[in-house]
């Protein structure tokens, strides 16, 4: 899992609340047992006027030039400003993998469906929340300024403003841990490599037949 410390990026809004897993990588797509190629389908059903299957080449599609991650001003948004009750709907962990995969490093909203928001720090994805009014503000702005960046300061825990306005926000600090050192539930077993080769080998040791196998 990548590390997230300082991250500087384009804002681009979804201006809707209640957006759901389904939504956000719809049902057809989650028949891949790789955990890779989920982010040319971000937004499936938003974002182009016709209907996708697993496998399809995204340049043959119709894009919706009416969405906003296919407007001009919006290409290369890393961080994603959203409204209430984001990621709400079923607990697939194929949301977080396609936002992350499209580039998305944060999302900030006044709200998040708990097994989404917990799903977003498995994988790489900083969820921030703020308080609605301050969301609200940032919705105005980022209409209002074309190529709007946020840096988020993961250590420092705050969002900095273009003009160094700061916004706090808090974490979990073991979540936090995870992030900023890139540690995702496999990289925090794999701390503790060595400590688990030796167990291996002195449980071998003692119980050598656990090396013998069956005749195939």
Not at 50 to 74: M, S, W
């Amino acid at each position: 899992m990548d590390q997230f410390t300082v991250h500087k990026g384009l804002v681009a809004p979804m201006d809707r609340e209640n957006v759901d897993t389904d939504a956000i990588i719809p049902k057809q797509f989650l028949k891949s047992i790789k955990r890779t190629g989920f982010g040319p389908n971000l937004f499936d059903e938003w974002r182009y006027l016709d209907h996708g299957e697993p496998g399809q080449d995204p340049a043959t599609r119709k894009p919706n030039p009416d969405f906003v991650l296919n407007q001009p001003r919006y290409q290369g948004a890393s961080v994603l400003l959203a409204r209430a009750n984001f990621g709400c709907g079923s607990s697939r962990e194929h949301a977080p993998w396609a936002l992350q995969q499209y580039g998305f490093r944060a999302i900030l909203a006044p709200s998040f469906a708990d097994i989404f928001f917990n799903n977003c720090f498995k994988n790489g994805v900083l969820p921030i929340v703020l308080p609605a009014s301050q969301i609200a503000r940032l919705f105005d702005e980022v209409a209002a300024f074309p190529g709007y960046q946020l840096t988020i300061d993961l250590p420092r825990q705050v969002v900095v403003k273009a003009d160094g306005t700061e916004l706090p926000f808090d974490v979990q600090p073991f979540r936090k841990y995870c992030l900023v050192n890139g540690f995702d539930d496999i990289g925090l077993t794999l701390r503790h490599a060595d400590k688990i080769k030796a167990y291996e080998a002195e449980r071998l040791a003692r119980m050598p037949w656990l090396n013998h196998r069956l005749p195939g």
